[in-house]
C-alpha cells in the first residue's frame, strides 16, 4: 500500500506492506538510519522518534499509522547543519559514548522540553527512562538536558 | 503476514467491519505489534481504530468519571480533573512502560470498575470483574469494541504502589491499590485491589471487609495484609515466586494502609 | 600541557547526535541479501540429518549453507579453536550454529532458518559446574569437562590458618548475565572482483577476526579485511568472532553483499556471557585485622566453548584476593564446560565476580575483628614494591592505598552515620565500601602490542591510523590528544583513523584496559617520531640544524623564519619522506612470571562507596549515592573519565541488584530488554567520581587503563553497604529481594 506523511518538513510517499513498521520504514525506504533498533518491542527508546510532536517508538508503530502525520526524526533536529541546542549539550556534557542510544535519547529531550521548558532533575529522568542506555550511566545525559534547557530558554 | 489494513472513519464503520468478519484490532500498538512481529495472527486484517476520536475522552459529571477507551495513559497523566479526583489511577498510570509507551498506549481495558462495550446497534455495560476473564482474556466479542470506563470518584484516602525489578519501565511482580474514607475512627469504602498475583487484577474482599467491621488498629492492619496476601493466587515467573508475590502482597497492604492509622484519628 | 588533562570534546559526538554516523547496522549495498543462522533447538545431540529443501522452496530465500561449505578449517576460538563454525555432528548449546541462510529480506532469511528442517539424537546435557565435575558426568567435549585448571600457592596455608585468630569459610554464586549494548551483532560482507571479503562489523578486535575469518575460509589473511564502522557499545561481547564468518561464508557462497543484523532474542540468547561462578573462600586473620591466609576454589561456567574461558578464569584467580599482603595463598580455579551457552569477556574479564565475593567476605571479617572496614583494608592493602597475594610485585604504579583513603576523605564515608538516619519506618539506610584491582593487558603469554601511525596531511593537519576501535569509551579522542600535545597542536587538527585491516597498522583488541596503555603508547611514540621528522625537514630546507627548529601550533619555526605545517608536508614530499611514521609499543611485562600468564605488571585499582536504602518489607535495594575513587594513573581527559566511571557504576549497580539470566535447561528464559533487567535513568544515584594522584610511567603521559575497574568494585560496595544497613549479608548475586526479606527476617526471629 502507500502512505504519505511529512517527514522532517517535506511530505513525502512511500510504498509499504501493511505490517511494515515505521522504524523500518524511516531505516530502509528513506535510510534515515539515525533512528536505531535496539529491540523491537519498545523497550529501549533508540527509535524514538516524534509524531505529530509526541514521542513514540516508532518501532510498536506500524507504517500506515503515520499516514497524515508529521514524523521527525534526528535528522530533522539539525536541519542546514545547525546542531540544536539539545544536540549541542549532548557534545559539551559528554553525553554520547558509543551513540546508538543517543538519538532516541536526544528525540525524548526535545519532546520533554517543548512540553516543560524547565524540567526538574526527577522530571528529566522519567523522560528518558524510556531511553535505555549502556554506556553512560545518565548523569551526564541528564547534565545534557539540564544544560540544554537553560540555554533554551535564555539563548546567548 | 496480513496484508490488509482499514482505518475506518468512526465507530460507526468500525462496528460494521467487525460484524462483517474477525479483526485483528490496533488501537495504541504497543501490544499488537509485537505479537505480529512474533508471528501471530498472520492472516489477519488489521482495523486500526486508534483515530476514532469519539472513543478519545475524559468527563467528570455528578461525581462520576467516564473516559474514553482510545484516551492514551499520556491524556490522563495530563487531565487536570483526574489529578483531582484519581491520583491513585494516575500514580498506576506513571508506572506503565516510558513516555513513548505511555503516548501511544491507551486506557482500554485497563483499571476501571465499569465497562461499556459497544457492538452496532447494542452497548452492553458490566462492572470490570466480569469482563476480565483471565491473563488477556475478557468478554470481548469478536464484533466489539470497548467504549469506555467509567468510576464512581473514589474516596479521599489513595494510595498505589507498584513492585517492580526497578524504578521505571519494569513489569509488575505485585501491585496494591488502595482507596478508602474514614468515618468515626473507622475506615469507610474501602477498596484493596491487587496487581499480578492472580489470573487477572483482582479485589481482597475479605480485607476488605474486616477492615471495615471495627476501628482501625495496627494490628488490625497486620492482619489485614495476611488475609489480602491469602487472597492472592500468585505464580512464579522469570520475575518472582509466588511466595515471595505473596509476601509482597502483605507487606504493600500494609504499607497502604499504615497512614490510614493517623487519619482515622482524626475522623474520630 | 593544554590537551592532556583536559576535557576534550569525543571527535565523534557530532556525527553521532546528528544520526549520521554509520554503525554496521546502517549499512545498505544495492543487491544485498540478508543472512540468518539456523540455531540448535536443543542443548546437547548428534545431528542426524539437515534438509535445506522446505526453506529453499520459501519465496526469498536464495541459498542454505551447512558446515560441509565452510571450506577451510571449521572452527574458531580465541584461544582454544573448540567452536565449529558451524556444527557438521554435535550441537553442545541451545543455539549452536548448524546452517546459514540468504534471502532477499531479514523477515525471509529468518523464515528460511525456521524452515531448515534438523533431525536431532538428544545426549546427555549437564548444566551447572559441579555437576559437570561429577564422575560420570555426561561430557560437553571428548577431553572432558575441565577446560583448564589452575593451582597457585604461596607461602603456606597449611600452617598459615592455624596461625589466625578468626577464620571465616564462604560460598559465593554469580549469575550468568548479559552485555546488552544497545547494538546486536551486526556486519556485512561483500566480495570484490580481485577476490578480497571485505566485512564491516561491530567489533572490538578486526585484526583477530581477520586471521579467524582466514582460517575458516582458507584463505591467506591478505584476502581478508576487516573493517570497523561506529560500534553500538560492545563491553567484551564483540571481541571476537560473532556474525564476521556467517557473512564472509554467505557472501562468497552468494556472489552478493550479505547483511546481518541479529535480532535482540538472538543476540542475548546465543552469544558469549558474563561467566556465571561457584566461589569457595577462606579467609583467615589476626585478631588486630591482619590477614594471615586466604584460599580461593574458584569454578567458571565457561558454557559449551572456550571463547575466552581459561583466561577468563586466570583473571578471577589473579584478582580474587584482591591487591592485599597476605603471606599465605592457595588458589584453584577451574573453567568448566557445561552445555550452556558460552560465556566469553565482559567488562571485568572475571574480576567482578571474585571481587564480589571477596571483598564482602573481607568486609565481614572486618566486622568480625570489630575494625571499621575501610580502616581493615587500609591496614592490608599493598603498596608499590610490596608482594601482593599471588607473590607478584607490585613493581609499577600502586595507588590501592590512595584510592581507599580517598573515600576515607570522601564526603559520604565521613557522614555515613548521619546518612544513616531516615525517617521512614520501613526503610533502612547503610554505607560500604570496596575496591578491585584489574591488570592491564592481555597476560604474560599472549601476543599484546599495539602499532599507530601518525601522518601529516597536505593541508598540515595529522592522522593517527590505529589498529584498535573505539567502541563507545571514547579512546579514539584521547588518541587524538596525544598526538596533538606531543606535536604541540590543537586536537581539532588531528583525526584517528580506526581498525581497518588493509590500510590500519594492527593493534589487537579493544579489550583488557589496553589500549590507553598500548595504543596511546603507540601514538605518543609515533608522533614523538613525527615531530623529528617534521623538525629535521624543516631544518633541511632552511639550512640549519634540527635542534634550531622549535614547533608552534601553526608550524616551525627558526631564528626568525615561520611555516605552516603544510609547507612542511609538501617539503617532505621533495624530500622523499612517506609522510607518516609507525610506532609500535609492547605491554611491559612482569618480572617475576608465575606461569598460567599471570601475572600482570600494570595493575589499576579502584575504590567504591555506596549509600543505600533498603526497604523493609519488600527487600528493595535502591543505591543513593556512590563515590568512585579511581587509580587511573594520570588523567587524559577528565570527562572521558567520568564517562568510563558512571557508566561503569551503572554496570555495577546491575550487575548488584538487576542483572541475571535466567537460563532453565540451557535455555534463556528471559531474552529481551523487557525480561532481562539493566538500569534505567531513574535507577541511577548521583555518582561522584575522583582519580588519585598516580602517575604510569609506562603510560602515555602517566596514564594508565580504568575501563574495568571503574566497575569492578561497586557491586560489593552495594552489598556491603546492605550489610551495614540492616546487618545480614547475602551470599548470592544479583542480590535477590527475596532472600533479603527472609535473611531479615530470620535474623528479627534470632
Known sequence: MEISFILNGNPVNAGIAPTQTLLDVLRESFRLTGTKEGCSEGECGACTVLVNGK??????????????????????????????????A?????????????????????????????????????????????????????????????EMDDPV | MSLEYIRPRNVEEALECLLSRTFKILAGGTDLVIQLREGRHKDLPILDISRLSELRFIREKDGKTV????????????????????????????????????????????????????????????????????????????????????????????????????????????????????????????????????PTVIRAKQAEAFLESRPLTPDMILDAGEMAAQEASPISDVRATAAYRRKMVMAMVTRGLWPCLKEVGESR | MSEIGTTVFRKDARAKVTGEALYATDLFEEGMLHGAVVRSPVPHARILSIDA?????????????????????????????????????????TGDAVALVAAETREQAYQGAREVRVAYDPLPSVFDVESALREHAPLVHEK???????????????????????????????????????????????????????????????????????????????????????????????????????????????????????????????????????LKYKVGAKRDGTLVAAALEAYYDTGAYAVFGEKVMGAGVEYGLGGYRIPHTQINGYSVYTNNPPAGAFRGFGMPQVTFAWESLLDELAYRCGMDPLEFRLKNSADHGEEGPLGQIFETSTGLRQTLEGVRSSPLWKKRLDLKTVSDPFKARGVGVASCIKGCGLGIGMPDFAEAEVQILPEGTFVARVGVTDMGEGIATTFCQIVAELLGVSSESVECIQSDTFLNPPGGPTAASRNTILTGKACFLAAEDLKRVLCETAARHWGGAPEGVVLTKSGPRMEGRTASFS????????????????????????????????????????????????????????????????????????????????????????????????????????????????????????????????????????????????????????????????????????????????????????
Open chain 3, 144 to 278: 572432558g569437562n575441565i577446560l583448564k585448571h589452575v593451582h597457585l600457592e604461596k607461602g603456606n596455608v597449611e600452617s598459615g590458618f592455624p596461625e589466625a585468630d578468626i577464620v571465616l569459610s564462604e560460598t559465593f554464586r554469580t549469575a550468568p548475565g548479559e552485555h546488552m549494548p544497545l547494538e546486536t551483532e551486526a556486519g556485512l560482507a561483500k566480495v570484490s572482483q580481485d577476490g578480497v571479503i571485505t566485512i564491516w562489523a561491530s567489533t572490538q578486535s578486526a585484526y583477530r577476526d581477520q586471521r579467524d575469518l582466514a582460517h575458516a575460509l582458507g584463505l591467506p589473511e591478505n584476502r581478508i579485511r576487516v573493517i570497523v564502522p561506529h560500534v553500538g557499545g560492545a563491553f567484551g561481547r564483540k571481541d571476537g568472532i560473532t556474525v564476521q564468518i556467517y557473512l564472509a561464508l554467505l557472501a562468497r557462497a552468494t556472489g552478493r553483499p550479505v547483511k546481518m543484523h541479529c535480532p535482540r532474542e538472538e543476540s542475548a540468547s546465543f552469544f558469549p556471557k558474563r561467566h556465571g561462578t561457584l
Open chain 2, 67 to 198: 473516559i474514553g477507551a482510545l484516551t492514551t495513559l499520556s491524556d490522563l497523566l495530563s487531565s487536570e480533573s483526574l489529578r483531582r479526583t484519581a491520583p491513585v489511577l494516575l500514580a498506576a498510570v506513571r508506572e506503565i512502560g516510558s513516555v513513548q509507551i505511555r503516548n501511544m498506549g491507551t486506557i482500554g481495558t485497563r483499571f476501571c470498575q465499569i465497562v461499556s462495550l459497544g457492538r452496532k446497534g447494542r452497548t452492553r455495560t458490566m462492572p470490570l470483574p466480569d469482563f476480565l476473564l483471565g491473563p488477556c482474556k475478557t468478554v470481548l466479542e469478536s464484533c466489539e469494541l470497548i467504549h469506555s470506563v467509567s468510576f464512581s470518584t473514589p474516596p479521599v484516602y489513595q494510595h498505589f504502589e507498584k513492585l517492580g525489578e526497578r524504578k521505571a519501565q519494569a513489569i509488575s511482580i505485585a501491585s496494591t491499590a488502595l482507596v478508602s474514607g474514614f468515618k468515626n475512627g473507622r475506615l469507610k469504602g474501602i477498596r484493596v485491589a491487587l496487581g499480578s498475583v492472580a
Open chain 3, 53 to 93: 529443501g522446505p526453506a529453499l522452496a520459501l519465496p526469498g530465500v536464495f541459498a542454505v549453507l551447512t558446515s560441509k561449505d565452510v571450506p577451510g578449517k571449521n572452527e574458531f576460538g580465541v584461544i582454544t579453536r573448540d567452536q565449529p563454525v558451524l556444527c557438521n555432528d554435535t550441537v553442545r548449546f
Open chain 1, 90 to 150: 549532548f557534545v559539551k556534557e559528554g553525553a554520547v559514548q558509543c551513540g546508538y542510544c543517543t538519538p532516541g535519547a536526544v528525540m525524548s529531550s526535545y519532546a520533554l522540553l517543548s512540553e516543560n521548558p524547565r524540567p526538574g532533575e526527577g522530571e528529566i529522568r522519567a523522560a528518558i527512562a524510556g531511553n535505555l542506555c549502556r554506556c553512560t550511566g545518565y548523569q551526564k545525559i541528564v547534565k545534557a538536558v539540564q544544560r540544554a534547557a537553560e
Open chain 1, 55 to 88: 514521542a513514540v517508538v516508532s518501532c510498536l508503530m506500524l507504517a500506515p499509522q503515520a499516514e497524515g502525520c508529521e514524523v521527525t526524526t534526528i535528522e530533522g533536529l539539525s536541519l542546514g547543519g545547525e546542531l540544536h541546542p539539545i544536540q549541542t
Open chain 3, 567 to 750: 609547507e612542511v608536508s609538501s617539503w617532505m614530499v621533495e624530500q622523499g619522506k612517506p609522510p607518516g611514521v609507525r610506532a609500535r609499543y609492547d605491554m611491559p611485562v612482569a618480572s617475576r612470571p608465575l606461569g598460567y600468564g599471570l601475572p600482570h605488571r600494570i595493575y589499576s585499582f579502584a575504590s567504591h562507596a555506596a549509600l543505600v536504602e533498603v526497604d523493609r518489607l519488600t527487600g528493595q535495594v535502591t543505591v543513593l549515592e556512590v563515590s568512585a575513587f579511581l587509580d587511573c594513573g594520570n588523567v587524559l581527559n577528565p570527562q572521558g573519565l567520568e564517562g568510563q566511571s558512571e557508566g561503569g557504576v551503572a554496570q555495577g549497580i546491575g550487575f548488584a541488584l538487576m542483572e541475571k539470566n535466567v537460563i532453565q535447561e540451557g535455555s534463556v528464559l528471559n531474552n529481551k530488554l523487557s525480561t532481562y533487567i539493566i538500569p534505567t535513568a531513574p535507577d541511577m544515584p548521583a555518582v561522584e567520581t575522583s582519580a588519585v594522584d598516580t602517575y604510569e610511567e609506562a603510560g602515555p603521559f602517566g596514564a594508565k587503563g580504568i575501563a574495568e575497574a571503574a566497575s569492578g568494585s561497586v557491586a560489593p560496595a552495594i552489598f556491603n553497604a546492605v550489610r551495614d544497613a540492616v546487618g545480614v549479608r547475602l551470599r548470592d548475586l544479583p542480590l535477590s529481594p527475596e532472600q533479603l526479606v527472609e535473611a531479615m527476617m530470620e535474623r528479627h526471629e534470632s
